[in-house]
Nanobody
Framework: QVQLVESGGGLVQPGGSLRLSCAAS????????MGWYRQAPGKQRELVAA???????NYADSVKGRFTISRGNAKNTVYLQMNSLKPEDTAVYYC?????????WGQGTQVTVSS
């Protein structure tokens, strides 16, 4: 049984930081591409950041220079360090694992940026 469990969301003031974690089980973590997506109310789910199994990363233009994705294969965990947060970063953040045509999602964690 595959499980992706996100944690680390919450309420933060503009300019603040949060670190999201996604712990994976039931998959061979090291061969999966891992990503973070987000969905704001009334908007489509969008890719925020991704790291492929080989280690390279890519980011949405809106978060470049502020967010950093990393993975710890020994802990089967992917992280998203979010700095200089803005109100427009407010969304539910979802962890994603992909290998070939296999796609798995976490349950999501709410991030709210507000003063």
């Amino acid at each position: 049984q595959v499980q992706l469990v996100e944690s680390g969301g919450g309420l933060v003031q503009p300019g603040g930081s949060l670190r999201l974690s996604c712990a994976a089980s039931g998959i061979i973590f090291s061969i999966y591409d891992m990503g973070w997506y987000r969905q704001a109310p009334g908007k489509q789910r969008e890719l925020v950041a991704a790291t492929i199994s080989g280690g390279s990363t890519n980011y949405a233009d809106s978060v470049k220079g502020r967010f950093t994705i990393s993975r710890g294969n020994a802990k089967n965990t992917v992280y998203l360090q979010m700095n200089s947060l803005k109100p427009e970063d407010t969304a539910v953040y979802y962890c994603n694992a992909q290998f070939g045509n296999r796609h798995y999602w976490g349950q999501g964690t709410q991030v709210t940026v507000s003063s």
